[in-house]
């Protein structure tokens, strides 16, 4: 920002207000109707103007340059101010991008790790759905086993007692009563030797 004297200025100012001010004050007081040489007025004009600058500059300067200066540094701070808030701002956005990105980061890994976990947990599943189908397998076949050995048991059971009524009947059938009693002691006979 490029500075401007102070002091220019306000001698600037203060004369064009001046000027104005006796310009119109001469103009006003105009001889009525009398003709007065040019350079007189021209003189007094030019006389009023350095007294009244003299004065304006002598007594306005300090306080006009106080406010100038004032001023001046009310609106450098005012732009410092802005400038500092810019950049802290700036900060403040880059900083939310920084945690956007590893917010982004975080979400994609804590997403990654529930894929895996629920891939695990699917195979842990799945394998624990096998053993169960493998043990309800190996429990019907025992089952199966276990009922087929009783049928077959008791179709044997069945199967000689049918067999033994047949024979009772046709041995019946075909022995009188005195071939029952040589048929018994016949038994009799061996199982006594036996004992």
Known sequence: MKKFNLNKISVV?????????????????????????????YMWKIINFGVLAFILFKFAK???????KQRTDLIEKTLKEAREAKEIAQKALHEAEERLKTKDKEIEEILSA???SGEQEREKIIEE?????????????????Y????AKEAIKEEAVEIAIE???????????????????????????GKG
Do not use: M, Y
């Open 129 to 145: 759905s096998n053993k169960l189908k493998e043990k309800i397998f190996e429990q019907a076949k025992a089952n199966i086993e």
């Open 13 to 41: 100012l203060v004369s064009c207000i001046l000027n104005l001010v006796f310009v119109s004050f001469a103009i006003a007081s105009g001889g009525a109707g009398e003709e007065t040489p040019l350079w007189k007025d």
């Open 62 to 68: 300090k306080p006009l340059q106080s406010f100038l």
């Open 166 to 192: 047949l024979a009772e009947k046709k041995i019946k059938d075909k022995l009188t009563k005195s071939g029952q009693e040589k048929l018994l002691e016949e038994s009799l006979t061996k199982i006594g």
């Open 147 to 150: 009922e087929l050995k009783h």
């Open 114 to 116: 529930a894929k895996r």
